[in-house]
């Protein structure tokens, strides 16, 4: 019976280089995924609005990198954007702009509920309660009446 003198491992298979490979694989490319998926969400246009221009890296600001950094999540970007358009713009422009970007961009659905509430606050600072009433629809769920009533309250 003959030996062998060859170093194996458990399985029996040596460490070659193509195992090597692998293990570097396994470790990089978990990281690279990220990085690449980091850096194509911050290229979405969030908004819901096709005229809107896309935040990239380079338009970021000099004071914003030497200060602190504050990246700003896609439904404060909305709720700012339609509170903002509630300004110039009746309620019921502004709900259906929301229930298109909730449309275009279903991740934003979660926070439907919160903004349109926050609309209907807002309304009823601006056109007083009745009147922002009048602009309620069903758009995430009523959240906007929901908003009116406890601005009026």
Avoid at 116 to 142: E, W
Wanted: net charge positive; aromatic share 2%.
């Amino acid at each position: 019976m003959k030996h062998s003198t060859n170093p194996q491992t458990r399985r029996g298979h040596r460490g070659g280089p193509a195992r090597r490979i692998g293990r570097t694989l396994a470790l990089v490319l978990p990281v690279v995924l990220v990085l690449s998926g980091t850096l194509a969400v911050t290229r979405v246009n969030w908004t819901g609005s096709p005229s809107s221009s896309v935040l990239t890296a380079s338009d970021v600001s000099s004071a914003e990198v030497s200060g602190k950094a504050v990246s700003r999540a896609p439904q404060d970007v909305l709720r700012d954007q339609l509170m903002t358009e509630l300004q110039d713009k009746n309620p019921g422009v502004v709900l259906t702009h929301l229930q298109q970007a909730v449309n275009g961009h279903p991740a934003l659905a979660k926070h439907c509920t919160s903004i349109a509430r926050a609309l209907g606050r807002a309304a009823v600072r601006i056109y007083g309660a009745s009147r922002a009433q009048s602009y309620a629809r069903p758009v995430c769920d009523t959240a906007f009446a929901t908003g009116v009533l406890a601005a009026h309250s």
